[in-house]
């Protein structure tokens, strides 16, 4: 018996399963005939049916994989509703979640806050970065009280505030005599954080040397007092802090790259607030109760055009600067804050600035007239002073050609800050680019 001279050579992916199982079946019919096929014929079937196998190994690591996740990602679709605003928020604080303060729906945060839950029932490293102010050192609490360390020590350390020679022993102790003023005995950081928590800020302020001993503390989980040879157990969970970009001080040889990898085996990164707009008015609120908490007194209205203004500003001190706009307010307003109790560098200028003195105004007779007199002294100053800021920012802007980040880098002042006191003035820097 002669067998149909079919085409079972593999074609790709491109073969469908509706051609393979046509193909399958043609095999199977011809089966039925095996006790009339000759041997050479049997094993042309085999080998036929061997390149069919191979094609559907193929397809099933291939295409089936691929339309069964294309089904499920249609089926999600159609069955799934968009997750709903705050949706991601009251599951985390429904899942017992430890966090001092409040928080908005901002994705990026709500990113970190869960890496940090689901990094916090382990002992890992945790490395948060982000700008001054956006609250790491609370993320770093988050971590500790969301952790099985909770009820055990929280030991806070400031690397860019301990001087150079002072770093070993206030991270690791001292022995008695070990160099002049050590009158006695003293633990260190780590020895204190036992079984606990260590959070090291601005650990990108750490000189090499150390970050050396940090490293070694990381590989061996021991320590040495300065001036003993004693080598005593530390067991401590590691959160460190920095707001510099650490990759960039590796390249410049300011610090070590593999204690950056030691540290940022759980790396969490915080938006600023400027992203964060959903969380200023619930800031404002939390900040205003607390002032008026530790104040001892009610907690400060806002008038309109105040709230206004706290609710767009840019804040490039972040939730630091929020913060201490609040207690401000609570401190030099009575019942009702105004933008008078701003500080003087973002108050916006409720007044157009005074005329110079050569440009007298005309009346409508054509007679020259003078400006109208401030009411009091302090607008008087107020208004000088920000003639003052006016004719200082025009300078500064046709000095660089209307290039607003060249003028921050030369003044050294953050960019948002300066749009912020364009804006007061109605700068805009369009306006200088054709003047240098």
């Given at each position: 018996?002669?067998?149909?001279?079919?085409?079972?050579?593999?074609?790709?992916s491109?073969m469908?399963?509706?051609?393979?199982?046509?193909?399958?079946?043609?095999?199977?019919?011809?089966?039925?005939?095996?006790?009339?096929?000759?041997?050479?014929?049997?094993?042309?079937?085999?080998?036929?049916?061997?390149?069919?196998?191979?094609?559907?190994?193929?397809?099933s690591?291939?295409?089936?994989?691929?339309?069964?996740?294309?089904?499920?990602?249609?089926?999600?679709?159609?069955?799934?509703?968009?997750?709903?605003?705050?949706?991601?928020?009251?599951?985390?604080?429904?899942?017992?979640?430890?966090?001092?303060?409040?928080?908005?729906?901002?994705?990026r945060?709500?990113?970190?806050?869960?890496?940090?839950?689901?990094?916090?029932?382990?002992?890992?490293?945790?490395?948060?970065?982000?700008?001054?102010?956006?609250?790491?050192?609370?993320?770093?609490?988050?971590?500790?009280?969301?952790?099985?360390?909770?009820?055990?020590?929280?030991?806070?350390?400031?690397?860019?505030?301990?001087?150079?020679?002072?770093?070993?022993?206030?991270?690791?102790?001292?022995?008695?005599?070990?160099?002049?003023?050590?009158?006695?005995?003293?633990?260190?950081?780590?020895?204190s954080?036992?079984?606990?928590?260590?959070?090291?800020?601005?650990?990108?302020?750490?000189?090499?040397?150390?970050?050396?001993?940090?490293?070694?503390?990381?590989?061996?989980?021991?320590?040495?007092?300065?001036?003993?040879?004693?080598?005593?157990?530390?067991?401590?969970?590691?959160?460190?802090?920095?707001?510099k970009?650490?990759?960039?001080?590796?390249?410049?040889?300011?610090?070590?790259?593999?204690?950056?990898?030691?540290?940022?085996?759980?790396?969490?990164?915080?938006?600023?607030?400027?992203?964060?707009?959903?969380?200023?008015?619930?800031?404002?609120a939390?900040?205003?109760?607390?002032?008026?908490?530790?104040?001892?007194?009610?907690?400060?209205?806002?008038?309109?055009?105040?709230?206004?203004?706290l609710?767009?500003?840019?804040?490039?001190?972040?939730?630091?600067?929020?913060?201490?706009?609040?207690?401000?307010?609570?401190?030099?307003?009575?019942?009702?804050?105004?933008?008078a109790?701003l500080?003087?560098?973002?108050?916006?200028r409720?007044?157009?600035a005074?005329?110079?003195?050569?440009?007298?105004?005309?009346?409508?007779?054509?007679?020259?007239?003078?400006?109208?007199?401030?009411?009091?002294?302090?607008?008087?100053?107020?208004?000088?002073?920000?003639?003052?800021?006016?004719?200082?920012?025009?300078?500064?802007?046709?000095?660089?050609?209307g290039?607003?980040?060249?003028?921050?880098?030369?003044?050294?002042?953050?960019?948002?800050?300066?749009?912020?006191?364009?804006?007061?003035?109605?700068?805009?820097?369009?306006?200088?680019?054709?003047?240098?």
């Open positions: 018996m002669k067998l149909f001279n079919q085409d079972l050579a593999p074609r790709g491109s469908s399963y509706a051609g393979l199982l046509e193909r399958l079946e043609i095999l199977r019919s011809t089966l039925r005939w095996a006790n009339q096929l000759d041997r050479p014929d049997i094993e042309k079937l085999l080998r036929q049916a061997n390149a069919v196998r191979d094609e559907v190994m193929q397809l690591h291939k295409e089936r994989f691929v339309q069964a996740l294309d089904a499920d990602r249609r089926s999600e679709a159609v069955d799934k509703p968009l997750p709903h605003p705050g949706e991601r928020r009251q599951a985390l604080l429904a899942r017992s979640f430890v966090f001092e303060g409040t928080f908005g729906d901002n994705p945060l709500l990113d970190a806050l869960e890496i940090a839950e689901k990094a916090a029932p382990t002992d890992l490293p945790v490395l948060i970065d982000g700008e001054s102010g956006t609250g790491k050192e609370l993320m770093a609490k988050v971590v500790h009280a969301n952790g099985a360390r909770a009820d055990k020590a929280y030991i806070s350390v400031n690397c860019g505030a301990i001087p150079e020679s002072l770093i070993e022993s206030e991270l690791f102790g001292h022995k008695r005599g070990a160099f002049t003023g050590a009158a006695t005995d003293r633990k260190g950081k780590f020895e954080a036992h079984k606990g928590t260590i959070f090291l800020d601005e650990i990108g302020e750490l000189p090499l040397q150390g970050q050396v001993k940090l490293l070694r503390v990381l590989q061996s989980h021991e320590i040495q007092r300065v001036g003993s040879d004693e080598t005593i157990a530390v067991d401590a969970r590691i959160v460190a802090a920095t707001n970009n650490l990759r960039k001080l590796i390249e410049e040889g300011q610090f070590r790259e593999d204690l950056f990898y030691r540290l940022s085996v759980i790396h969490v990164s915080l938006p600023p607030l400027r992203e964060r707009k959903d969380e200023i008015p619930l800031l404002l939390w900040y205003g109760d607390e002032a008026a908490e530790v104040l001892k007194r009610r907690p400060v209205a806002l008038s309109p055009r105040l709230r206004e203004f609710l767009e500003y840019a804040y490039p001190g972040n939730i630091r600067e929020l913060r201490n706009l609040m207690y401000r307010l609570a401190c030099l307003a009575g019942d009702l804050a105004d933008l109790q500080p003087e560098d973002i108050r916006p409720a007044v157009p005074p005329a110079p003195a050569s440009l007298e105004a005309k009346d409508a007779d054509g007679a020259s007239s003078s400006p109208p007199a401030p009411a009091s002294l302090a607008e008087a100053k107020r208004a000088a002073s920000d003639e003052a800021e006016r004719a200082c920012l025009e300078r500064g802007l046709k000095d660089v050609g290039t607003v980040a060249e003028l921050a880098r030369r003044w050294d002042m953050n960019r948002s800050h300066l749009q912020i006191l364009l804006k007061k003035h109605g700068l805009h820097s369009k306006d200088f680019r054709q003047a240098r």
